[in-house]
């Protein structure tokens, strides 16, 4: 295995293991932080909320996310090709780098816009009007930048180690003079 085609596959690895680590964090004052996970956003889960009112926490199920989906499918399917696929191809890990860094950034505008609409009225710190807070943790911020330089990379570096720049040809000696 060649050194780029062993980059893209550890970068696609851990791509894939940042998806079980919280994405994102909701906190709101006097309350446990809420994780949730990359896995979460991909096959939906059931969050605790803290109630506006003050009383009990309230559960809201959260439904799959289509981008999560998606960025999952595209690290997935990186790993497997770079498994697979020789390292001089480089054209699909393009693809899908740019793809997972452009669906991650569209799961963050959509569960930003979710929860401040979840949550009502004026937002606050990316969340509901109670003083929620909504951070981006750093398992996300790592596939989001894998997946980035995995594109650029693949566009950048030679994959494979061959060298596309052409060498001279070897020359003759010189001829010796006439005698």
Request: glycine share 14%; net charge positive.
């Amino acid at each position: 295995m060649t050194g780029f085609k062993k980059w893209r596959t550890v970068t696609f690895a851990a791509i894939i293991i940042s998806f079980l680590l919280p994405f994102a964090s909701v906190s709101c004052p006097g309350m446990p932080k809420v994780n949730i996970t990359g896995l979460d956003l991909v096959k939906g889960s059931t969050m605790t909320m803290p109630s506006q009112t003050g009383g009990q926490p309230e559960s809201r199920q959260m439904d799959p996310e289509p981008f999560a989906l998606g960025a999952a499918a595209c690290a997935v399917l990186g790993l497997l090709l770079s498994l697979v696929v020789a390292g001089k191809v480089r054209t699909p890990f393009t693809i899908l780098g740019g793809a997972g860094a452009v669906l991650l950034l569209l799961v963050k505008n959509k569960l930003q816009g979710d929860l401040e609409s979840q949550m009502g009225g004026e937002t606050m710190g990316g969340l509901g009007g109670m003083g929620s807070l909504l951070n981006w943790e750093p398992a996300f911020w790592f596939a989001l930048l894998a997946f980035a330089g995995i594109a650029v990379a693949s566009l950048v570096l030679k994959g494979g180690g061959a060298s596309t720049v052409a060498q001279a040809p070897p020359q003759a000696p010189p001829a010796s003079p006439p005698t």
